[in-house]
């Protein structure tokens, strides 16, 4: 089956510093990929959705210069949290849309972001 | 814009049991997809099943299946013989067709499995 890896899958950083995130299909290609975040015991939001070589479709109220997206490859995109502050700590999941199967997004296991 | 309805928060079966989970959504297309996603304690989602708007037949998928009615817009999933492993929030999620579609996901329904 199709495989997404999530890297990595717990941080802890001090505030005011940035963060990377890694989200890679493993066994297919994958022009888009999505972002969302994940509040304890509630649903997820998407934050926005990564289109490869070309920019982001952020989501409205999710800030673009506060959660930069890269999706420079058909099988990575990245999500950077810039100048990280605690309101910013929450779980954060990507998925990857399968060409193939079209439709179906499968995703990683997710980042647990704690931020100090 | 879609919007898509879990109206039990909470629901609880016992080993072998069969129960089903609710979902109904709002749409104006006509063609669309419908998918249960699981997420176990772990956090990690993982696909249940898929059905296709255009396609009378109700998914199976061993022993997951659902009760697709597209007049009604309510596509519930039926979970037989559960099992511990079982035990997850279940979130219904509704997707467009095209080569971007972005899921819209209801509220989940978090499923407890007894001994």
């Known amino acids: 089956g199709a495989v997404v890896s999530q890297h990595p899958s717990w941080v802890i950083c001090k505030s005011g510093t940035s963060v990377k995130i890694e989200c890679r299909s493993l066994d297919f290609q994958a022009t888009t990929m999505f972002w969302y975040r994940q509040f304890p015991k509630q649903s997820l939001m998407l934050m926005a959705t990564s289109n490869e070589g070309s920019k982001a479709t952020y989501e409205q109220g999710v800030e673009k210069d506060k959660f930069l997206i890269n999706h420079a490859s058909l099988t990575l995109s990245t999500l950077t949290v810039t100048s990280a502050h605690p309101e910013d700590s929450s779980f954060y999941i990507c998925?990857?849309?399968?060409?193939?199967?079209?439709?179906?997004?499968?995703f990683g296991a997710g980042t647990r972001l704690s931020v100090l | 814009a879609q919007t898509v309805t879990q109206s039990q928060p909470e629901m609880s079966v016992q080993e072998a049991e069969t129960v089903t989970l609710s979902c109904t959504y709002d749409?104006?297309?006509?063609?669309?997809?419908l998918f249960w996603y699981k997420q176990p304690p772990s956090r990690q989602m993982i696909l249940v099943i898929r059905?296709?708007?255009?396609?009378?037949q109700n998914a199976t998928e061993n022993r997951f299946s659902v009760n697709f009615q597209k007049a009604a817009k309510s596509f519930s999933l039926k979970i037989s013989d559960s099992q511990l492993g079982d035990t997850a929030m279940y979130f219904c999620?509704?997707?467009?067709?095209?080569?971007?579609?972005?899921?819209?996901f209801g509220t989940g329904t978090r499923l407890q499995v007894t001994l």
């Open positions: 059905q296709e708007a255009y396609k009378q």
């Open positions: 749409t104006s297309e006509n063609n669309y997809y």
């Open positions: 999620a509704f997707g467009r067709t095209g080569t971007a579609s972005k899921l819209t």
């Open positions: 998925s990857a849309r399968d060409q193939q199967t079209k439709n179906i997004q499968y």
